[in-house]
């Protein structure tokens, strides 16, 4: 199983930027996908997740209303549009997959990407 995630990179604050992140090795559409974020001396932690069929998103509060998490399961590709970004978006995100029927918080991520930097300077 392979998660290649993309689209990392140095912004400003207040710009926007996209993640996305190619899946290969598993059957996408079998999977809740999730991003993660983990900066610099900080535990890594939990930014979105969407359903097996992309009906169903979840947010942390501290996103929530800037970033979107879509997928495109014929394209085995899941998507983290981030708005207005701040200094404190700043970390290496991660792309995951979880084989579960349905998210619920807290739970254990199956595969997980390498991750790409997003730098967000002020």
């Known amino acids: 199983v392979q998660l290649q995630a993309c689209g990392g990179g140095l912004v400003q604050t207040g710009d926007s930027a996209t993640l996305s992140c190619a899946a290969s090795?598993?059957?996408?559409?079998?999977?809740?996908m999730g991003w993660f974020r983990q900066a610099p001396g900080e535990e890594r932690d939990f930014v979105a997740a969407i359903s097996r069929s992309g009906r169903s998103t979840y947010y942390a509060d501290s996103v929530k209303g800037r970033f979107t998490i879509s997928r495109d399961n014929a394209k085995n590709t899941v998507y983290l549009q981030m708005n207005s970004l701040k200094p404190e978006d700043t970390a290496v995100y991660y792309c995951?997959?979880?084989?579960?029927?349905?998210?619920?918080?807290?739970?254990?991520?199956?595969?997980w990407g390498q991750g790409t930097q997003v730098t967000v300077s002020s």
């Open positions: 090795g598993l059957t996408f559409s079998s999977y809740i």
């Open positions: 995951a997959g979880d084989s579960s029927l349905s998210y619920s918080s807290g739970r254990h991520f199956d595969y």
